[in-house]
């Protein structure tokens, strides 16, 4: 137990920093949980973030998490305006589409799929992690083709994520 806690110190840290940043005091009964709960964490999260052989997912630079965040919370405060303006003006119809992504990480579409359900006027219904698809309800003009519904999932989210072998 000690030595699998070891090899996966840097998992464990940093979900007892995340844990105190949330709880925001050092108290003795705060860090006993914190331990507790990210020891717990650790251990569940066997053979999905890592196995036997090291982490299964490599994510992409910290500084283009960090763009992504701040470029998704742009677009959900844009969105949130041309959304509430469509609604007024009943120029917009509900449409379902899916969208095959160019990433091969599901992670990454997972973190891809999140972000249109965050985004005011867009749900995911649907996440298929082993065809890398998603299907969309948005609303759009009649007659808008799927390339058009496609354009911006590609340009504001997928663009982002889909540097390959860029690494932590």
């Known amino acids: ?32 949980a914190g331990i507790i709960i990210s020891v717990a964490v650790t251990l569940a999260t066997f053979n999905v973030l890592y196995d036997r052989y090291g982490y299964m997912y490599h994510s992409v630079k910290v500084r283009t998490i960090f763009v992504y965040i701040g470029f998704l919370f742009i677009q959900i405060y ?9 609604l007024l003006t009943h120029r917009y119809e509900p449409i379902v589409f899916e969208i095959e992504l160019d990433v091969d990480d599901p992670v990454l579409v997972g973190i891809i799929s999140n ?3 965050l985004t005011p006027g867009t749900i ?37 994520l889909k540097q390959k072998g860029e690494i932590l």
Do not use: C
């Not at 030595?3 to 006993?32: A, D, G, H, P, S």
């Not at 844009?78 to 469509?86: D, E």
């Open 1 to 32: 137990m000690g030595r699998f806690l070891l090899m996966r110190y840097k998992l464990f840290l940093f979900l007892l920093v995340f844990w105190f940043l949330l709880q925001w005091n050092v108290r003795l009964e705060t860090i006993i």
């Open 115 to 117: 972000s249109i359900t």
């Open 78 to 86: 844009k969105a949130s305006f041309l959304f509430v303006y469509n």
């Open 124 to 160: 995911t219904i649907e996440t298929d992690m082993k065809r890398h698809t998603i299907k969309v309800l948005t609303l759009a003009k009649p007659g808008t083709t799927q390339e058009e519904l496609e354009r911006p999932i590609r340009e504001r989210f997928e663009k982002l």
